[in-house]
């Protein structure tokens, strides 16, 4: 039910144009496939992702002689989810790397004003309503106010915030950050790190300085690199990722502001184009507003 009050606006817009395609045709023909490829288009699902899942439609409908349009609907959904998963297993590509025991260290990265440090906040809230030990490091030294935001999120999560001053190495925050954690027996270590987007070569500096202060400390961490993304800013979102995707590793997503945009579909191109999955979505500015991606649910929460 999350999903399906968080995407208010994309349902509206998306699964409106859908049903009234299928009221005006009657009968799947060329047409409406072109209709259908341009409503799909117009939810940002992405060209190429567009192209293969009227191929795998067209595919679907014919082998199994659907003629009736209503019938059809059934088959856009069951494409949907399965264009999102491939051919891996749902499971792995949902859940977060998490480690029974030990220390799991997870790094947040992204560009300023896509709701990194919000993500952060409702994470360590949600992990720790699992039951988590969770410690938060303010890696983003960069940005003024930076360190003060995350502190407000740890407050509200009711977790520890491990800070250097503005300015200083993010490298060394976030060994502190790992020390705190083991002193503390977290199960959960979430760093912050700087977004800086308009000098790449920096990025990738700060990055891999990161990375190894972390894996000197933790040879298999960082266990999770998260790019958080704003789903507002449909087709730059891709491109930020493919940006950040040559910069570092990345292990999954999180879409924020999906509650925000009737452009949803965004969540399978990024999956589908640049083979990422996408771990959880933002719904809304609260700290429950948080939730694990999954593609049943949210395409259930599009048609359902
Ligand atoms: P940062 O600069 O990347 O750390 O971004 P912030 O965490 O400060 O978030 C920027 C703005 O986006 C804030 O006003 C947040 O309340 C808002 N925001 C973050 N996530 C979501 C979301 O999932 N939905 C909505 N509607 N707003 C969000």
Known sequence: DKFKDGLTKTRDSFTTKVND??????????EFFEELEEILISADVGVETVMELIEELEMEVKR?????????????SEKLVEIYYGEDDEETVEALNIQKDGLSVILIVGVNGVGKTTTIGKLAYQLKQEGKNVVLAAGDTFRAGA??????WGERAGVDVIKHNEGSDPAAVIYDGIQAARSRGADVLLCDTAGRLQNKVNLMKELSKVRKVIEREIPEAP?????????????????????FKEATDVSGIVLTKLDGTARGGIVLAIRNEMNIPVKYVGLGEQITDL???NAHQFVYGLFG
Do not use: M
């Open 21 to 30: 395609l299928i009221a005006k045709y009657r009968k799947v023909d060329e």
């Open 64 to 76: 199994r002689n659907i003629q009736d349009t209503e019938e059809v609907k059934e088959v856009i």
């Open 147 to 152: 360190i003060d935001q995350l502190d407000v």
């Open 223 to 243: 266990h999770e690199t998260l790019l958080v993304l704003d789903a507002t800013t449909g087709q730059n979102a891709i491109s930020q990722a493919k940006t």
């Open 291 to 293: 939730q694990p991606f």
